[in-house]
């Protein structure tokens, strides 16, 4: 018990001091989150989310969950360029796309997971994304590959 108390006195003696750097600025931005690394990340994104859906129709719940959390985790860091670049459109679809996946995630911790429950939260994860590159990508002519539209963001 005394190792207790002597903690919790630590705890107490440094939170004020703690709590002080909570409130101080940060000496350097946020670092700018660039189209190219935005497309990197949608990149990533999109083959994590492939292996999640692949992952369920094998009914590999464990595999899919793993893929889902590293999808949600490269999802979210794109927030940042959306913040940056003012588009309140993208932020709401993709904080609602990440509600998805954490619904998702709470069904595939489910003991006894529902396959179909599971695959229609899954499509409608998809049904975000896709919603998304329908207002802001579009197809290189040339290279056939994705970029976020011209003349849409003040990065560009």
């Known amino acids: 018990?005394?190792?207790f108390s002597l903690l919790i006195t630590a705890v107490l003696v440094t939170a004020p001091g703690w709590a002080a750097d909570?409130?101080?600025?940060?000496?350097?931005?946020?670092p700018i989150f660039t189209p190219a690394n935005f497309t990197t990340n949608m990149q990533l994104m999109g083959r994590?989310?492939?292996?999640?859906?692949?992952?369920?129709?094998?009914?590999d719940?464990?595999?899919?969950?793993?893929?889902?959390?590293?999808?949600?985790?490269?999802l979210m860091i794109t927030i940042t360029f959306w913040?940056?670049?003012?588009?309140?459109?993208?932020?709401?679809?993709?904080?609602?796309?990440?509600?998805?996946?954490?619904?998702?995630?709470d069904a595939l911790s489910a003991d006894n997971v529902d396959q179909a429950a599971a695959l229609a939260?899954?499509?409608?994860?998809?049904d975000g994304c896709q919603s998304?590159?329908?207002?802001?990508?579009?197809?290189?002519?040339?290279?056939k590959a994705f970029r976020v539209k011209k003349g849409l963001l003040q990065q560009q």
């Open 1 to 3: 018990m005394r190792g």
């Open 83 to 105: 913040r940056n670049n003012h588009k309140d459109d993208a932020i709401k679809i993709l904080r609602d796309t990440v509600s998805k996946m954490d619904a998702l995630d």
């Open 61 to 74: 719940y464990e595999a899919a969950k793993g893929q889902l959390v590293r999808s949600r985790e490269l």
């Open 48 to 59: 994590n989310f492939g292996g999640v859906n692949a992952s369920l129709a094998k009914k």
């Open 121 to 126: 939260i899954a499509e409608g994860i998809g």
């Open 132 to 143: 998304c590159h329908t207002l802001y990508r579009e197809q290189d002519p040339e290279t």
């Open 22 to 30: 909570i409130d101080k600025p940060d000496d350097k931005p946020y």
